[in-house]
């Protein structure tokens, strides 16, 4: 299924490929899913942009919300591929065990998101005046 303004499958399968290898699905879902899904899973009763459901050894399902990365990318001024490669690469981070719940990981993480959306050609997501593509 193709969702309108979302980026083609081949380019988030290449986002997914370069933050890992192990077997991933990726899904874009709407508001009402993801709310649900963060709601069940999570206890957070709102739609929320990237989860990540680890089946073990760094495979497992992305769940990303299109209405909330569009939002966001707007909001933030970003085109809506750079922000979808950061939360494909943020999300497959998790289910390889990386989280941000302390400032060392989370650094740790935000680290290695810079470093893969650099080899996919993209700015640094938390800084401003990210370059856009």
Do not use: C, W
């Given at each position: 299924?193709?969702?309108?303004?979302?980026?083609?499958?081949?380019?988030?399968?290449?986002?997914?490929r370069e933050t890992s290898r192990a077997d991933i699905t990726l899904?874009?879902?709407?508001?009402?899913?993801?709310?649900?899904?963060?709601?069940?899973?999570?206890?957070?009763?709102?739609?929320?942009?990237?989860?990540?459901f680890p089946y073990g050894g760094g495979s497992g399902d992305v769940v990303l919300c299109h209405p909330v990365i569009a939002r966001e990318a707007r909001e933030q001024g970003k085109s809506l591929r750079a922000h979808y490669a950061h939360l494909v690469v943020h999300g497959i981070l998790?289910?390889?065990?990386?989280?941000?719940?302390?400032?060392?990981?989370?650094?740790?993480?935000?680290?290695?998101?810079?470093r893969i959306l650099r080899r996919l050609g993209f700015g640094d997501p938390y800084a401003a005046g990210e370059a856009v593509k």
């Open positions: 299924m193709t969702v309108t303004g979302a980026p083609p499958a081949t380019l988030l399968r290449r986002y997914a899904r874009i879902v709407g508001r009402t899913e993801s709310q649900k899904l963060n709601k069940r899973f999570r206890k957070k009763n709102y739609a929320t942009n990237v989860l990540s998790h289910l390889r065990g990386h989280d941000h719940l302390r400032k060392s990981a989370a650094a740790r993480m935000e680290k290695a998101e810079i």
